[in-house]
C-alpha cells in the first residue's frame, strides 16, 4: 500500500511538471515547477494517509469508524488547504471570490477541528483521560490565543493589515488545535494496550510535526516582509515530511487490524 | 534505540511467529485489549503466577491451567465488550502452536463441565 501512494505522489509530481507557465507569474519557471511539484507531493501524501486510515475501516466497529474517518477528513482537508494556496499563488488567483470572501481558510479551520475531535474520540472509546478532551476548556483558548495572535508584533507588510492578523489567527488555530490533538495521543499512547502503541506513536509524531510547521510559518509570516520564497519552500517540503508521517501512521493503523 | 523502541513499540511484523506458552498467549490477548483498565481484574492471576515462578509454569501445572482460564476470560471479553473492535475466537487462536491449542480446548472442556455441574 506505501508503493502505490509513492507511486501516485509520483505521478502526480510528475503531472505538475507539465503544466505551462502562466503570464501571471512572477518568477522562473523553474521556481514554479518547483512550487506546483511540491503541492503536488503533499497532495499525494496526504490524501494517501487518509486513505490508509480509510482502508482500516472493516476490523473496526462504528464508534471507531466516526473516529477514523474523522481523522482522514481532517488531513484530507490540510492537503486540499496546501493545495488551493498553490494553485491560488500560481495562477494569481487572490482576486477571486473564493479568496475575498474568506472561503480560503475554511479548510484550515476544519482540518484542525476534524484532527482534534477525531482523537478527542479515539481517546474517549479507549477510556484515555486527558483535560484536553474537555471541549468547554479547550475550543475557548485555542479562540482566545488565535485572537491574541493578532497582537503579535510583525515585519512591516504588503498586504493589508487585516489579511495578515487573520492569516497569522489562522496559523495559530490550526497549530493550537494539532498541539492539542498530539497532547491527546500522547495520553492516549500512555494508556492504549500496547498492540496499537506503534500506530499512535506514529500518529503523534505527525500531529506534533505538523504543529512544529505551522509555528515555523508563523515565524516567518511575522518575520519576512515581501515574498517569502525559499522560507515558504522549506515550509511546504516540511509539510510533505509531515504527510510521510501521517501516511506511516496510517500504515501502522492499517497493520494493527491483524492479529 | 531503547527510547525508540519504548516510544514506538513493536511494529507489526507481517508474519507473526506462533504463541508457544500459556504466558505468551496471556500476555498476546491482553496486549489486543484497546483498554487496559477494562481487563486489570483478569490479570491479577497472571501477575501473582508470573511473581511467583518468574517464567511460564510447567505444561500440565494448576498455574498452567489458571492462565489458560485467564486467557478464555480475556477471549470472551474481546469478542464481546472490546470497544473499537470486532475480534473472532478462531482467529485469536489462529497464532497458537498446535500443542498449546489442544491444551486450550481441554482447558475450555473442563471448564464447562465445571460450570455445568
Known amino acids: ?259 | 534505540m531503547s527510547l525508540l523502541r519504548s516510544f514506538f513499540g513493536t511494529p507489526k511484523q507481517s508474519k507473526e511467529t506462533a504463541v508457544q506458552t500459556s504466558l505468551e498467549l496471556v500476555t498476546y490477548a491482553a496486549s489486543l485489549a484497546s483498554n487496559p483498565d477494562d481487563i486489570s481484574r483478569y490479570l491479577d492471576k497472571v501477575r501473582d503466577i508470573t511473581a511467583r515462578l518468574g517464567a511460564a509454569p510447567p505444561p500440565g501445572s494448576k498455574d498452567e491451567s489458571a492462565l489458560l482460564e485467564v486467557y478464555l476470560q480475556l477471549e470472551t471479553y474481546l469478542t464481546t465488550k472490546e470497544p473499537i473492535r470486532t475480534f473472532t475466537a478462531s482467529g485469536l487462536r489462529k497464532r497458537l502452536a498446535a500443542p498449546l491449542l489442544a491444551q486450550l480446548a481441554k482447558q475450555e472442556q473442563a471448564s464447562t463441565v465445571t460450570v455445568k455441574t
Open chain 1, 1 to 259: 500500500m506505501r508503493r502505490i501512494i509513492a507511486l501516485f505522489t509520483i505521478l502526480v509530481v510528475a503531472a505538475t511538471l507539465i503544466i505551462p507557465v502562466p503570464d501571471s507569474w512572477h518568477d522562473t519557471a523553474q521556481a514554479f515547477h518547483t512550487y506546483l511539484a511540491v503541492a503536488g507531493a503533499m497532495a499525494g501524501v496526504y490524501f494517501g494517509a487518509a486513505w490508509l486510515f480509510l482502508s482500516s475501516l472493516s476490523a473496526y466497529k462504528t464508534n471507531l469508524r466516526i473516529a477514523y474517518t474523522t481523522l482522514s477528513v481532517g488531513i484530507a482537508l490540510n492537503a486540499i488547504g496546501a493545495i488551493q494556496l498553490a494553485i491560488i499563488s500560481a495562477f494569481d488567483l487572490l482576486g477571486t471570490f473564493w479568496v475575498q470572501s474568506g472561503g480560503i481558510v475554511l479548510p484550515f479551520m476544519l482540518s484542525g477541528l476534524a484532527l482534534y475531535f477525531g482523537m478527542r474520540a479515539f481517546a474517549r472509546l479507549v477510556g484515555a483521560k486527558t483535560r484536553l478532551t474537555k471541549v468547554g476548556m479547550v475550543l475557548p483558548c485555542v479562540a482566545l490565543f488565535s485572537v491574541l495572535s493578532i497582537f503579535l508584533p510583525h515585519a512591516p507588510m504588503d498586504s493589508p493589515e487585516i489579511v495578515e492578523d487573520v492569516s497569522n489567527g489562522i496559523l495559530a488555530w490550526v497549530g493550537l488545535l494539532d498541539l492539542a490533538a498530539a497532547g491527546i495521543a500522547w495520553r492516549v499512547r500512555q494508556h492504549i494496550g500496547s498492540h496499537y502503541t506503534n500506530a499512535i506513536a506514529w500518529m503523534f509524531m505527525a500531529l506534533i510535526g505538523s504543529f512544529i510547521v505551522v509555528v515555523l510559518a508563523l515565524i516567518v509570516a511575522l518575520a519576512v516582509s515581501g515574498p517569502s520564497g525559499t522560507p515558504d519552500l522549506i515550509i511546504n517540503i516540511l509539510s510533505v515530511a509531515v504527510g510521510v508521517l501521517y501516511a506511516q501512521a496510517g500504515y501502522a493503523f492499517h497493520k494493527a487490524k491483524d492479529y
